[in-house]
């Protein structure tokens, strides 16, 4: 019999989004087990195939840091250190697995230093080339499989290729979901906020494959059906650059003019965009995919003959974003002490505003309590629009 | 205790006469630079690789300088703070890393004076370059700060040498030592061809082989420096370490550098034989931990005079690699192997002691363990930096755990590579000052424990 209780779609979402860790501390106690991992880079993939639920670990803009000021310098990525302090609080203590990566230097040092304070019965640090090129690929396949052999213990089996296989396909899945969501917002006004994609996205990040597929198409059908569309704003906004992990400053950038209709950052299309070409060894498209499709500017692109070629091969993309979705604005938002959007930052500007769109940069403390000083910052960016 | 020098310098805090003519590698890389630009040679600006990438540009025929280098130089000579406010109205965050700020600035002046070196630029300037070296290893700015640079260089190619960063349990997996190698020579032929197809020139491996050769001579008496380091008391201390190391560090295949050292080698030598202390009444001996703030190195010749504190040994990653077995060599006779080689044990050469210790990571952290016993020290000076941040995030841990552990206590003061208002004085002589009484509480809790410093 259907529970009629049962919460549905972007109802659902919300509360996945406030409880993220509900569901996966549900499953734990039924027996199954959780790994959680950093970033966009630790293949989920072989993770569902090997039935552990793989969950992120963000950090907590609500929360102050505290307890991390002992271990991690002030100087560093906020969002690690925020993170870093929710581990050392306890917050992931039902987890059974840790999956550090070498997305940039915060993620890396924080995965070393995360296995040294907070133990797992099982944990593993993915090294990560940092050119996609030639044998970068092969060595990181060779990473991977590491990291299969090291789950494989933790879950007491084999990973056979059709399981794997099995789980790309519903990932797959999950990244053709996620696209079918991001289409809907190319009406204007979009028939979703950024803080409700917010809350899908943070969601399907804290729950199974399956149960996240099911949420994404109730919550499409719900929002192609929906009548209480968002307001139409001034602008139509790309988000590029850290992510965003907390929806009080969606709000608060959409209660200032702006509809955010995509956001090329780690919790937005980073880790959606690409769907995992089926290879007969699958560990070789999980490679090519992390390494190559994975659009995070972490990943050293080559450099071609001049400067605006070179933009072209980094950035055309967000040019094929704009158009179709009709961006007129966008915001780079620079989580503060994060080197890698830092240093793209005149760069992404120069290639932004030679096609036209204005574009208003903020580094910012991953801090609910430092937002509301940004508000005039993006009223100013819409009137600018307008 | 016999001491050689009566008063310390307070500007460097030099002791060693070899110190003191180390300027000259820094000076003549840059002089060397500007005369390939006269005459038409290929110039490179070049990262720290630890030496795979350079030994290579080198051996084909490029004349290297390194933007970091010369970012402490500038900050050295006052000339920095000009480049970092041009970084800043670019539009570069301020909280990059100081040295890149510095050459993006220069960057950009150089690029609006038609490329040539701006009237009164530091030490003459860094030439236009053909291309950039950048790095994978140690941090993201050595390969996302040349990236930024073609901003202002449009013409120049930025490669990227990447090298694998496992974790400590990751490489004592089955085999990951043996693909990491094979993978780091596969990058490595790409780098060549990028080369040889930007030059127009084929690399000459019998060059290679040689100068890879005259790099392991160097770095292993560079080593045996290290070494001779142990002795108490201390026959040099941390403002040497930071002059000399540059002959090593940039250019250990010029054989000037091995002539250089076998001087450096000597007199310290003669030190350890005599025990001639580098500080008069060596009383602390500590570890310093990252870049120094090359604004205020007389900071550790106070630090000396008031309290008896030597700088006896000091951030792992710029000192030469250990030796590496003989044995490893057998049957490797392509000099790119060796080159790969080099830098692959360089940074995975304390992983053992990382698993001893049951901490990580293996580099920048794991070597201090070896060092406090090797160099029996009684602390740690940690120094966060504002603009290096990646290279100060391990260092909280790293203090935490050598307290735990061995007893050894550590101290952080804050401060910068480039950026002088960063640095408090005052406030750190306060906490030296406080640091001493935590030095001798230590060091009974060490006697309790059975420690044998």
């Known amino acids: ?386 | 205790m016999k001491t050689e020098n009566k008063k310390i310098k307070k500007k460097s805090g030099k002791t060693l006469q070899t110190a003191r003519e180390a300027g000259y590698f820094a000076k003549k890389m840059l002089k060397n630079a500007l005369q390939a630009q006269e005459e038409g040679r290929p110039i490179g600006w070049s990262m720290v690789t630890w030496w795979q990438g350079e030994l290579i540009a080198r051996a084909i025929g490029v004349e290297l300088v390194f933007p970091e280098n010369y970012g402490a130089f500038c900050a050295a000579t006052g000339g920095a703070e000009k480049h970092l406010e041009i970084s800043d109205s670019e539009g570069y965050p301020t909280t990059l890393c100081g040295y890149s700020r510095n050459s993006i600035g220069y960057a950009k002046l150089l690029s609006d004076n038609n490329f040539v070196p701006y009237e009164g630029a530091p030490g003459g300037g860094l030439a236009k370059p053909k291309f950039f070296l950048a790095a994978g290893v140690a941090c993201d700015a050595r390969y996302k700060w040349f990236q930024a640079l073609k901003r202002y260089f449009t013409e120049a190619p930025v490669w990227t040498i990447d090298l694998p960063m496992p974790g400590t349990k990751e490489f004592f997996m089955k085999g990951n030592k043996e693909l990491s190698l094979k993978y780091i020579v596969n990058h490595l032929k790409d780098y060549v061809a990028f080369l040889e197809n930007l030059l127009g020139t084929k690399l000459d491996y019998d060059r290679l082989d040689e100068n890879v050769d005259q790099a392991f001579k160097t770095l292993a008496l560079a080593h045996e420096v290290d070494v001779l380091r142990r002795a108490v008391p201390s026959p040099m201390v941390g403002a040497d370490f930071w002059s000399i190391m540059i002959p090593h560090l940039y250019l250990p295949d010029d054989p000037e550098s091995y002539e250089f050292y076998e001087k450096v080698y000597a007199e310290v030598k003669q030190r350890v034989d005599n025990k001639i202390g580098a500080i008069p009444n060596e009383k602390y001996r500590l570890m310093f931990a990252e870049l120094p703030p090359w604004h205020s190195l007389g900071f550790f010749g106070e630090l000396a005079e008031r309290f008896g504190m030597a700088i006896v040994i000091e951030s792992w990653n710029y000192h030469a690699i250990l030796p590496i077995p003989e044995e490893e060599f057998e049957g490797v006779t392509d000099p790119l192997e060796k080159v790969a080689m080099l830098t692959y044990y360089k940074w995975t050469e304390y992983n053992k002691v990382a698993v001893e210790y049951d901490v990580d990571p293996g580099f920048f952290m794991a070597a201090y363990f070896q060092f406090a016993k090797d160099y029996k020290t009684d602390g740690l000076l940690a120094h966060p930096l504002m603009s290096c941040r990646p290279a100060t995030y391990t260092l909280l841990h790293t203090k935490n755990t050598l307290e735990n552990k061995l007893k050894v206590p550590g101290v952080v003061i804050d401060g910068d590579i480039i950026d002088l208002r960063v640095f408090n004085e005052k406030e750190a002589f306060s906490k030296m000052e406080a640091f001493v009484e935590t030095m001798d509480h230590y060091r009974e809790e060490r006697k309790k424990a059975g420690i044998a410093w």
Request: hydrophobic share 35%.
């Open chain 1, 1 to 386: 019999m259907k529970d009629v209780n049962k919460k549905t779609g972007l109802a659902r979402a919300k509360d996945i989004y406030d409880h993220r860790n509900k569901r996966a501390r549900e499953l734990k106690a039924e027996g199954k087990k959780i790994v959680g991992y950093f970033c966009c880079f630790p293949p989920v993939e072989i993770m569902t195939a090997l039935d552990f639920l793989p969950i992120r670990l963000l950090g907590d803009m609500d929360e102050p840091i505290t307890v991390a000021d002992g271990y991690l310098p002030t100087v560093m990525c906020i969002f690690y250190r925020s993170t870093f302090d929710l581990g050392m609080k306890g917050r992931f203590n039902f987890i059974d697995g840790f999956i550090g990566s070498h997305a940039c230097d915060a993620a890396e040092r924080t995965s070393y230093i995360w296995s040294n304070y907070i133990k797992t019965p099982c944990n593993f640090f993915l090294d990560l080339p940092h050119v996609d090129k030639g044998e970068a690929v092969n060595y990181f396949k060779v990473q991977l499989n590491y990291l299969k052999e090291t789950l494989e213990g933790l879950a007491g089996k084999k990973l056979g290729i059709e399981p794997l296989k099995e789980a790309i396909s519903l990932h797959n899945k999950q990244r053709k979901l996620v696209r079918e969501l991001y289409y809907l917002r190319k009406p204007d006004p979009p028939l979703i906020n950024g803080s409700e994609v917010l809350q899908v996205i943070i969601s399907i990040m804290m729950i199974p494959v399956e149960e996240g597929n099911e949420l994404l198409q109730e919550v499409i059908d719900e929002v192609k059906t929906r009548r209480d569309i968002p307001d139409k704003k001034i602008g139509r906004l790309l988000i590029w650059g850290s992510l965003i992990d907390n929806i009080k400053f969606t709000d608060l950038i959409e209660s200032s003019g702006l509809n955010i209709i995509v956001e090329d950052t780690a919790t937005g299309t980073r880790p959606f965009w690409h769907d995992i070409e089926e290879t007969e060894d699958p560990l070789v498209g999980v490679a090519r995919h992390y390494l190559q499709e994975v659009k995070c500017p972490r990943t050293f692109a080559e450099t071609d003959t001049s400067y605006r070629e070179d933009l072209e091969n980094r950035y055309s993309y967000l040019k094929d974003f704009a158009k179709y979705w009709k961006i007129n604005g966008v915001f780079g938002n620079i989580i503060r002490n994060c080197d890698i959007h830092g240093y793209e930052v005149p760069a992404v500007k120069d290639y932004l505003e030679s096609l036209g769109l204005p574009v208003l940069i903020i580094e910012q403390d991953y801090s609910t309590a430092s937002l509301e000083p940004l508000r005039t910052r993006f009223q100013a960016f819409s009137e600018t629009i307008g």
